[in-house]
């Protein structure tokens, strides 16, 4: 079978689809024939050899895949060889057969295509827990999200009117992505830079925040923390520079500002929670099903494409989400 491998860290020139061993499921474990499989930022993360990413080289990326369940390992129940199924892999997802945990695996209602099941194992589930679990959105909650331009940005301009809707202000890199933030659904985009408190608080009619939604590590901490209203939530959720972290505000400020900072791992809920991811992908695609929710996606139609986007990804010039086809719609 075809895969994706990375062979070092680094960047493209690393990267080659490889004839590789067809993987064999083992217990609990589930083999699918990869239809579509969802594009990251993580892979550019394990790509670029950030620490804690990559088990070891040469290494085949992907953490969502959407397509049919080829074999089963011991133990599994409940899920059939045949059976259309969305699933998140620890790893190894852009690949035209990929091995996830049946806990992590999710049969497909009817009628959803894989090219945007593909999107929901990490993405769309990441910015379903983003808001309804880690950032406890309500309706009518006002929600700042950094880098909305991206795929992650765009799930959760999706869902936010889905969970009963709020006002939505995004942060982007570059001044031109904003335009395509706002299309995805923000109120309103703003380009990082000098006066960016002050821009975000003016876009929320001079208000706080009710929650900030933010992957870019510590950088924009005290941005968050000025913006955020009291009562206010911070989810950390990325590190996409990939620098070390700086210290959390200290205790006094939270408790004078009445603020509250947490964090999300999908990774790590996948490993101490595996039922949490599940259920939300159950949601989510249960959501897509019905019609009451929609992620337009850019499906790339070869595996050999794949490093050019990750290099889009990594200059931070990707957007929205991408998804690539492995094989038949299935
Ligand atoms: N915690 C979790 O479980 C989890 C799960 C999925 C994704 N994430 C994180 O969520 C973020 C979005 O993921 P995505 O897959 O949707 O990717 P993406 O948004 O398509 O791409 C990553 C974005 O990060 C921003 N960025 C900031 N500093 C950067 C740098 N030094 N190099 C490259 N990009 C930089 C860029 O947007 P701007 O410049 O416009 O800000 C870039 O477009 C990523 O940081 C990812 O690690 C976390």
């Known amino acids: 079978m075809r895969a994706l491998v990375m062979t070092a860290p680094g960047g493209a020139e690393n990267s080659e689809i490889r004839e590789t ?8 474990e589930v083999a699918i024939d ?7 930022f993580v892979d550019v993360m394990a790509r670029r050899g950030d620490p804690g990413y990559v088990s070891a080289w040469p290494y085949v990326p992907g953490i969502e895949v959407a397509g049919t369940v080829r074999a089963l390992g011991p133990g599994v129940e409940g899920l059939a060889v045949g059976q259309r199924v969305a699933a998140a892999p620890a790893g190894g997802g ?3 057969i990929a091995i996830a945990p049946a806990a992590l695996t999710v049969p497909l209602p009817d009628g959803l295509s894989a090219a945007v099941a593909a999107a929901a194992p990490a993405g769309l589930v990441t910015a379903l827990l983003l808001l309804a679990d880690a950032g406890r959105f309500t309706a009518g909650d006002s929600v700042l999200v950094h880098s909305a331009g991206g795929g992650i940005g765009a799930a959760i301009a ?3 009117p889905a969970l009963g809707g709020g006002r939505l202000i995004g942060t982007v890199g570059r001044p031109e992505k904003a335009a395509g933030a706002e299309r995805s659904g923000y109120d309103v985009a703003l380009a990082r830079g000098e006066g960016l ?13 009710d929650l900030v939604l ?4 510590t950088t924009a901490l005290d941005v968050d923390v000025e913006v955020a209203a009291p009562g206010g939530r911070i989810v950390l959720f990325g590190n996409a520079s990939g620098t070390a972290p700086a210290p959390l505000p200290p205790a006094g400020v939270l408790l004078g500002r009445n603020l509250a900072i947490g964090g999300f791992s999908h990774r790590g809920l996948s490993a101490a929670a595996p039922h949490r991811i599940a259920a939300a992908l159950r949601r989510i695609l249960g959501l897509l099903a019905a019609g009451d929710l929609d992620l337009p996606v ?9 490093p050019a986007v990750h290099d889009l990804l ?7 989400k991408y998804v690539v086809r492995l094989g038949a719609e299935g």
Do not use: F
């Open 94 to 96: 852009i690949a035209e």
């Open 158 to 160: 999706q869902l936010v």
């Open 21 to 28: 061993q067809v993987p064999r499921p083992g217990p609990g």
């Open 314 to 320: 990594a200059a931070g010039r990707g957007e929205g």
């Open 298 to 306: 850019t499906e790339v139609a070869a595996l050999a494409e794949v």
């Open 34 to 40: 990869v239809s579509h499989a969802g594009l990251n």
């Open 197 to 209: 408190a002050d821009a975000i608080l003016a876009a929320n009619h001079g208000r706080g925040v």
């Open 214 to 217: 933010d992957p870019l590590g």
